[in-house]
Antibody, heavy 113, light 106 residues
């Protein structure tokens, strides 16, 4: 069974940093591209970033480019999202997703002073 | 960036009623994908590659379209279909979602 478990969320002040993790199980992690997708409270879905299976291809939404970094460790079956210079508008539930077929339960990030 | 415009934003349908949700793209895309989300849960893949139903999706659902115009149709509305539906294009980066259609049961 495919499982994706996010962690690392919490309350952080504007301008600070936070690193999210997503541990994958139930499939060969190194074979799949991965995405981060977020959903602000009461709002729709917003794609954040993508990383290919071997990290050769990486793409970001314009809203996070230059502030967020997606990475992965295939030996640890783990996907990461390093978030810096956080803003109130980054407040959201962050999901990791295997391509678009499997999603985790999400981890909440709240940016507030 | 390809902008996806979904309509309607909200709607209510009676049991047995036919429902159609549309998604229009600002540029041509190869396929459209659809997700269902119920309150407090993660989005579920519902229809992929325009017309293929994800595992477990009832066959009263169907998807169609091409180019810049796509749709999700429910042939006969049931109470369990009440949810928010999102379209997604992954033909080019950045991936983009429609703004969602909240479907309620009358």
């Amino acid at each position: 069974e495919v499982q994706l478990v996010e962690s690392g969320g919490g309350l952080v002040q504007p301008g600070r940093s936070l690193k999210l993790s997503c541990v994958a199980s139930g499939f060969t992690f190194s074979n799949y591209g991965m995405n981060w997708i977020r959903q602000a409270p009461g709002k729709g879905l917003e794609w954040v970033a993508y990383i290919s299976s071997g990290s050769s291809y990486i793409y970001y939404a314009e809203t996070v480019k230059g502030r967020f970094t997606i990475s992965r460790d295939n030996a640890k079956n783990t996907l990461y999202l390093q978030m810096t210079s956080l803003r109130s508008e980054d407040t959201a539930l962050y999901y990791c997703a295997r391509n678009i077929a499997y999603w985790g339960q999400g981890v909440m990030v709240t940016v507030s002073s | 960036e390809i902008v996806l415009t979904q309509s309607p934003t909200t709607m209510a349908a009676s049991p047995g009623e036919k429902v159609t949700i549309t998604c229009r793209a600002s540029s041509s895309v190869s396929y459209m994908h659809w997700f269902q989300q119920k309150s407090g849960t993660s989005p579920k893949p519902w229809i992929y590659d325009t017309s293929k139903l994800a595992s477990g999706v009832p066959d009263r659902f169907s998807g169609s379209g091409s180019g810049t115009s796509y749709s999700l149709t429910i042939s006969s509305m049931e109470a369990e279909d009440a949810a928010t539906y999102y379209c997604l294009q992954r033909s080019s980066y950045p991936l983009t979602f429609g703004s969602g259609t909240k479907l309620e049961i009358k």
